[in-house]
């Protein structure tokens, strides 16, 4: 149930210093298995951070050995001084496990517009290099945790060969994603392009589809390592689904964690013209603050979800349009449908159901309510 | 200072008891003077409210004589029951003003996706009709409110005539806009044509540019009625500006009485490409609930600036952005700029700027922060 689940990984957690509260902080996931395929996703930020900079050239080649990971620090926004830093962070790793610096991913999280002490970071780098362990894993993914409130890990097993994961992220997250960290290993064998499209069908439908805030980070990442160590070359399809049904595990998990939430809202739209037109229409009542907040008060509030959705272009026509909390068909065809009043928003999971009567599409987009929790989090956060 | 400012207009506001709160919730607003001009803008959600189908219809040939306003219910999503209630409110105020229902105008606000009690509404506009004044502006605007704190009117005079408005909307507030209602009136002599181009231009850099909750509402209508009653002819650019005064006063009296809200942004983006591209920028960030959270709690988080921005394809290169807090530049360069402990947001008024350094043009987009309030009345609202 870790990154240490596949055979010929070691993994370990460490206190560099970083954060005020003194929780572990700097995470070392170590790929010692035969082969060294890596594929990596990272934000679609603009101004991406220097650990994506860094990481996005190590990663071009196809081969990664292993990664390095703070909390207490995006090392986002930072400008050369971040580069050199992110440079440093994986050099030092490499150092410290006998690799070349371009062998080593690097990822922080943490607050933006602020350089990595790397005072802290050395030693700590130093410290996780000499705890890594083959059941080191569970160290590693509570390292990487920010104000997330558990660890998130994942595993999918196969005939002889296995996935592991472990992810972060709390806020920020939306595609693209969120100071969204995650590490995926697996000892099956595959080579660096098949490991990159299997990765990139994973995450469309999975991490691209949880939205918890609809604010898209600088650090986002998602880092794939298969080292062959079982011997087995999978079917391509197979590993496929088995590398989505741990991305799809670790997203549940990371928008049930979701700062502030006290809901986990899946948006399902069916009958789109296109699976593109689903996600969108979705997305668009996943990103309405009003919706969102009429969530939090246990209110099937359908006019809020048509109002999101007549922003915009997806095929439809108003008067086809149903909704349903909870399988309670609130709103027919536009218009008013069963009775508000038998829906029971109470419990923690919600599903709001979109009937766009335009296609034979489908697209479930997960994400939170919005609460004072959150507000309070993010009000705090710096400060 | 108010819609009944300018010569040979009539209002009054009504109680008809569709509010819960038996507070006043009907308002009529009637021009009695020589001509009848109206222009009018409506919300682009594709799902109008009913009273938005039925006056768009109505103000479809350049000529209204009144207009009917309800709080208490929006009359949207409610099919074709719904267009009935409209006419028949249209009807009922033609009726009882001796004009045909085509003169009348129809707005309404409150929940979305429940029918409007007409039993309740017919004796409301009859006795807003009997309670029609020249001073009955003040009553009128305070009738349309609903989770707004206070009344929201304006005014500009020229030589000879004037322009008089009232407003409401306090959430949902966005461009397209807010279950916001506006009613302008003018005693210059405008024709058809001329009052739609000047409604145009003012409601593209005022209305359009206040973006309080990124949220776009089924009944948005802002409607502006001209009488030539002070037998005045302006001219089109003086009309237009003075046009554009009274509606930038309403923007700024909309978004400083949003729900909940403890600050009024405004965040400025200069040297853009483009006008379209400095207000795509702005709103950007406007849109951003971690940048709300941050200034509600007084943190000039330039770090979410950079991030919403990054969001968009607007022209700039990251590098060279700079971002200020009430003029202190805590960004520069798309990296650490002076120290943000020098930023005070204490205050309500917040201004944040942004220099892209990719051309000459500049806009200004009017926000609020996200705060426990907002949650708390979007969470309560229905229920």
Redesign the interface.
């Known amino acids: 149930m870790s990154v240490t689940d596949p055979v010929g990984f070691t993994a370990a957690g460490a206190t560099a210093g970083l954060k005020p509260s003194g929780r572990p902080d700097l995470a070392v996931v170590h790929n010692t298995g035969p082969e060294d395929s890596a594929a990596a996703v990272f934000t679609?930020?603009?101004?991406p951070a220097a650990p994506v900079t860094v990481s996005r050239a190590h990663a071009a080649d196809g081969h990664l050995r292993a990664v390095v990971l703070n909390s207490g620090g995006?090392n986002?926004?930072?400008?050369e001084q971040?580069l050199d830093d992110a440079r440093a962070m994986a050099a030092a790793t490499g150092a410290a496990l006998g690799l070349p610096a371009d062998a080593v991913a690097v990822c922080s999280t943490g607050?933006?517009?602020?350089?990595i002490d790397l005072r802290l970071v050395g030693p700590g780098i130093a410290s996780a290099a000499r705890a890594l362990a083959a059941d080191g894993g569970p160290a590693a993914a509570e390292a990487i945790m920010t104000t997330d409130t558990v660890p998130k890990q994942a595993r999918a097993g196969r005939d002889g060969w296995s996935i592991g994961g472990m992810a972060k992220g709390a806020?920020?997250l939306a595609p693209?994603l969120a100071t969204m960290l995650v590490v995926l290993t697996t000892d099956a064998s595959v080579p660096p392009d098949a490991l990159a499209a299997a990765l990139q069908t994973a995450c469309r439908v999975t991490f691209d589809r949880a939205d918890s805030?609809?604010?898209?980070?600088?650090n986002d990442t998602v880092i794939a390592l298969a080292n062959g160590a079982s011997g087995i070359v999978p079917d391509p399809g197979v590993f496929a689904t088995a590398l989505t049904e741990v991305c799809a595990d670790l997203a549940r998990q990371l928008i049930a964690d979701a700062e502030g939430a006290s809901h986990e809202i899946a948006i399902t739209v069916v009958n789109a013209a296109s699976e593109d037109e689903a996600v969108t229409a979705a997305r668009a009542v996943a990103?309405?603050?009003?919706f969102k907040?009429?969530v939090?008060?246990?209110?099937p509030?359908?006019?809020?979800v048509?109002?999101?959705?007549?922003?915009?272009d997806v095929a439809f026509s108003?008067?086809d349009v149903d909704v349903s909390f909870n399988k309670i068909t609130v709103?027919r065809?536009?218009?008013?449908g069963e009775d508000r009043a038998l829906v029971d928003l109470s419990g923690r999971s919600v599903e709001v159901g979109v009937d766009l009567r335009a296609g034979s599409s489908t697209a479930t987009v997960l994400t939170n309510d919005?609460?004072?929790d959150?507000?309070?989090?993010?009000?705090?956060?710096?400060?």
């Open positions: 679609g930020n603009r101004f995006a986002a926004c930072t400008g971040g607050l933006i517009g602020q350089l806020g920020m693209g805030d609809g604010c898209m980070s600088t990103r309405s603050n009003l907040c009429a939090f008060g246990n209110d509030n359908w006019g809020r048509l109002s999101a959705l007549g922003t915009t108003p008067e709103c065809g536009g218009a008013i919005l609460t004072y959150y507000v309070k989090e993010n009000a705090e956060y710096s400060t």
